[in-house]
């Protein structure tokens, strides 16, 4: 599909889901602060950039608790974690906070193709590198494509010993 129809057709898509929700729109009172509070059928809040849709987002479904790898240490979860976060709330500010400075833009595709992630496989020492695989299943599912997913988060230390995010495969 080329690019113009891509588009349209997410617009439609997105255009729908704005219709079908809509009546299902419904305010309550919040039992702690007594504030009203607008809630749309079971929708999480996303916190998107100017022209992001609506009609996608990631989950994050990875049971952060029971990561017991020996080679992932604490920094890499919290960065681990921040990344995955930025890709769930489909946010590229966040997500860039997340990778090591020098990193760019070059892994923000990635933020495009939604994604349940649902674990953390064993990581992989490869000389100063830990490689971390994150896996998951696609949430679009395109013609042709596996719906499982794994990306592969490369940390290395920085030159104060802070691990960082340097590329994601």
Not at 36 to 42: F, K, L
Not at 137 to 154: A, Q, W
Request: charge should be negative; aromatic fraction near 6%; include cysteine.
């Amino acid at each position: 599909m080329n690019k113009p129809a891509r588009i349209i057709s997410v617009l439609i898509f997105a255009a729908s889901v704005s219709v079908s929700t809509g009546c299902a729109k419904q305010e309550t009172k919040s039992p702690s602060t007594n504030e009203t509070v607008s809630s749309i059928a079971s929708k999480p809040a996303i916190k998107k950039e100017p022209g992001q849709s609506d009609a996608q987002h990631s989950l994050d479904e990875i049971k952060w608790n029971e990561v017991k790898d020996p080679l992932i240490e604490d920094g890499m979860i919290t960065k681990l974690k921040a990344a995955i976060a930025a890709f769930v709330s489909n946010n590229l500010n966040q997500f860039h906070a997340a990778l090591a400075p020098d990193i760019g833009a070059g892994h923000d595709y990635l933020l495009e193709h939604p994604v349940k992630f649902t674990s953390i496989a064993e990581a992989i020492k490869e000389k100063d590198r830990i490689l971390v695989p994150v896996v998951g299943e696609r949430l679009n599912k395109e013609e042709g494509s596996s719906p499982d997913v794994r990306y592969t988060f490369y940390f290395e230390k920085d030159k104060d010993g802070t691990w960082q995010i340097v590329s994601i495969d």
